[in-house]
T-cell receptor, first 117, second 114 residues
Framework: EPEVTQTPSHQVTQMGQEVILRCVPISNHLYFYWYRQILGQKVEFLVS????????KSEIFDDQFSVERPDGSNFTLKIRSTKLEDSAMYFCASSFPGGGHSYNEQFFGPGTRLTVL | AQKVTQAQTEISVVEKEDVTLDCVYETRDTTYYLFWYKQPPSGELVFLIRRNSFDEQNEISGRYSWNFQKSTSSFNFTITASQVVDSAVYFC???????????FGRGTSLIVHP
């Protein structure tokens, strides 16, 4: 069964460093998403991406964040200058547009745990 | 704006007990979707169910059942005869207003003791 994959599973970085989190969405999916979950808290939406541009973003997704689909398979989240509070689990998700009243089901990856020291 | 409330932060039960996880939602939209996800200790999010606002039929899947009540804006989740492997954090979520972006509740941590 096709699945969303994410690498690395755990990333440790120093405050102020740039990190890139990678995701490989399901191959025929067209919508891509990033979510964040600070330890012990709820999952929060960061950004959605469609047709090579951001379609929706939350207040969390400020200028420190960027997303890119550098090739036909990867979808990346870059944090330019990490802060301690960026420590969290980051989930990638992808979906295929449903026709008519079909729901645009999102499939989540296993997550990347980011630790900023 | 949408809101999901999971009032139970943590529930502890002994194996074979039935347990119900509560979820109350708020939205002004008439078309919306409700979800439950399971997050085991390994951290991934496992999709359990999706319900749309026009389908109030309760659903049963093995030991899992869901009770959708529009009158009380609730979408509760019951595990019958709980098992240790059910130990996880369970999230209820809502998407509405034409957006497919779910708003998650804070989650309920379920601990099932042998």
């Amino acid at each position: 069964e096709p699945e969303v994959t994410q690498t690395p599973s755990h990333q440790v970085t120093q405050m102020g460093q740039e990190v890139i989190l990678r995701c490989v969405p399901i191959s025929n999916h067209l919508y891509f998403y990033w979510y964040r979950q600070i330890l012990g808290q709820k999952v929060e939406f960061l950004v959605s991406f469609y047709n090579n541009e951001i379609s929706e973003k939350s207040e969390i997704f400020d200028d420190q964040f960027s997303v890119e689909r550098p090739d036909g398979s990867n979808f990346t989240l870059k944090i330019r200058s990490t802060k301690l509070e960026d420590s969290a689990m980051y989930f990638c998700a992808s979906s295929f547009p449903g026709g008519g009243h079909s729901y645009n089901e999102q499939f989540f990856g296993p997550g990347t745990r980011l630790t900023v020291l | 704006a949408q809101k999901v409330t999971q009032a139970q932060t943590e529930i502890s039960v002994v194996e074979k007990e039935d347990v119900t996880l509560d979820c109350v939602y708020e939205t002004r939209d008439t078309t919306y979707y409700l979800f439950w996800y399971k997050q085991p200790p390994s951290g991934e999010l496992v999709f359990l169910i999706r319900r749309n606002s026009f389908d109030e039929q309760n659903e049963i899947s093995g030991r899992y059942s869901w009770n959708f009540q529009k009158s009380t804006s609730s979408f509760n989740f019951t595990i019958t005869a709980s098992q240790v492997v059910d130990s996880a954090v369970y999230f209820c979520a809502l998407s509405a207003g034409g957006s497919y972006i779910p708003t998650f509740g804070r989650g309920t941590s379920l601990i099932v003791h042998p």
